[in-house]
């Protein structure tokens, strides 16, 4: 970028709605990093929350880039019909079906063993799944829901899979520009304290994956491990922010990006070989972004240590490789 274009992108990244919107998107097309271009070769992607929004979307693009995509969700009816709408515009695509509730630990460890026994390699797993909850909710272990959803099952997926990365492979969680409200500042991270809401537990929890994202990329260190970053979308018009937050979406409706738009950036990073020039980054419209903002408004290193050994203890993973194999946390 010239110094024009970067003082304009950080302009609307800074003002926040511009930044955000589909104005955002519209506006850095015109200078942003190139497309990425497609696969050489058929090589396997994974995506969760795949049947709908962001997932749908990411998934999609991926196929139309030659990509055999594995659709991740909860329910294999509503996976048949997203990977029906995507061949009806992508009629080559190859798509494979995997139910798994990632909020349950025994679905994510099930899930972790049939992709192993039926592939050689995995070259980009996406963490697009998300819940926003009205009320306080458990997981099938005992976890509060968004913690479970947006944390723990994606983290045990990553760790879950790392023998099946390959050369230049990459992880991707997909967060939300809504963690900069929330630095984590305590360590209560299942809102077992307080009177609950779904929508702070959703950003507070997105918050989180932009910190496991660095963690897991500072504990990432052989050969084929694959790169780890996370990104923000953007507003983007997906059920997820129509459904959970009618007002903001009828509000914004006019300016909101489309679910295209949302995963732009998803796509790119899974495609283009810029993501492989860094690891444990957060991005937006094809660029680097600071993880707080304003600056003083950091995580509490206290606090970052005790989300990583809150993971571990949930579930179990191990990431420190040694002599012969791996050591536990």
Same mark, same amino acid.
């Given at each position: 970028m010239s110094l024009l274009t970067r003082t304009l992108d950080m302009i609307l990244d800074r003002a926040v709605v511009p930044g955000y919107s589909r104005i955002g998107a519209t506006v850095r097309r015109r200078f942003w990093a190139a497309d990425p271009t497609p696969f050489p070769a058929p090589i396997d992607m994974v995506v969760t929350g795949a049947s709908s929004g962001l997932g749908a979307a990411t998934a999609k693009e991926l196929a139309r880039l030659g990509a055999r995509v594995h659709l991740v969700g909860r329910s294999a009816d509503r996976l048949e019909s997203a990977a029906a709408a995507i061949r009806a515009e992508v009629?080559?695509?190859?798509?494979?079906?995997? @139910?798994?509730?990632?909020?349950?630990?025994?679905?994510?460890?099930?899930?972790?063993?049939?992709?192993?026994? @039926?592939?050689?390699?995995?070259?980009?797993?996406?963490?697009?799944?998300g819940v926003m909850p009205d009320e306080r909710q458990l997981s099938a272990q005992g976890h509060e829901s968004a913690f479970a959803t947006h944390v723990l099952g994606p983290v045990a997926l990553t760790v879950g899979l790392r023998e099946l990365f390959d050369a230049g492979s990459r992880v991707v969680f997909v967060s939300s520009g809504g963690m900069y409200a929330v630095p984590l500042q305590n360590s209560d991270f299942e809102y077992e304290n307080g009177k609950y809401s779904g929508m702070t537990a959703y950003a507070r929890t997105k918050r989180m994956q932009v910190v496991v994202a660095e963690q897991l990329a500072e504990r990432f260190s052989l050969e084929d491990d694959p790169v780890v970053h996370s990104m923000h979308p953007g507003w983007a018009a997906t059920p997820g922010v129509t459904g959970s937050m009618p007002m903001f979406g009828s509000v914004m409706k006019p300016i909101l990006r489309n679910a295209h738009d949302g995963a732009d950036t998803i796509v790119w990073l899974v495609g283009s070989d810029q993501a492989l020039t860094s690891t444990g980054t957060f991005w937006h419209d094809r660029a680097p972004r600071p993880t707080h903002y304003p600056s003083w408004r950091g995580d509490s290193p206290r606090v970052r240590d005790a989300l990583w050994a809150s993971v571990v203890e949930a579930t179990g993973i191990e990431t420190e490789p040694a002599a012969g194999g791996s050591q536990t946390e």
């Amino acid at each position: 970028m010239s110094l024009l274009t970067r003082t304009l992108d950080m302009i609307l990244d800074r003002a926040v709605v511009p930044g955000y919107s589909r104005i955002g998107a519209t506006v850095r097309r015109r200078f942003w990093a190139a497309d990425p271009t497609p696969f050489p070769a058929p090589i396997d992607m994974v995506v969760t929350g795949a049947s709908s929004g962001l997932g749908a979307a990411t998934a999609k693009e991926l196929a139309r880039l030659g990509a055999r995509v594995h659709l991740v969700g909860r329910s294999a009816d509503r996976l048949e019909s997203a990977a029906a709408a995507i061949r009806a515009e992508v009629p080559d695509a190859s798509l494979v079906v995997r @139910e798994c509730d990632i909020s349950d630990l025994d679905s994510v460890a099930a899930l972790s063993a049939a992709l192993a026994s @039926e592939l050689t390699s995995v070259h980009a797993l996406v963490h697009c799944a998300g819940v926003m909850p009205d009320e306080r909710q458990l997981s099938a272990q005992g976890h509060e829901s968004a913690f479970a959803t947006h944390v723990l099952g994606p983290v045990a997926l990553t760790v879950g899979l790392r023998e099946l990365f390959d050369a230049g492979s990459r992880v991707v969680f997909v967060s939300s520009g809504g963690m900069y409200a929330v630095p984590l500042q305590n360590s209560d991270f299942e809102y077992e304290n307080g009177k609950y809401s779904g929508m702070t537990a959703y950003a507070r929890t997105k918050r989180m994956q932009v910190v496991v994202a660095e963690q897991l990329a500072e504990r990432f260190s052989l050969e084929d491990d694959p790169v780890v970053h996370s990104m923000h979308p953007g507003w983007a018009a997906t059920p997820g922010v129509t459904g959970s937050m009618p007002m903001f979406g009828s509000v914004m409706k006019p300016i909101l990006r489309n679910a295209h738009d949302g995963a732009d950036t998803i796509v790119w990073l899974v495609g283009s070989d810029q993501a492989l020039t860094s690891t444990g980054t957060f991005w937006h419209d094809r660029a680097p972004r600071p993880t707080h903002y304003p600056s003083w408004r950091g995580d509490s290193p206290r606090v970052r240590d005790a989300l990583w050994a809150s993971v571990v203890e949930a579930t179990g993973i191990e990431t420190e490789p040694a002599a012969g194999g791996s050591q536990t946390e």
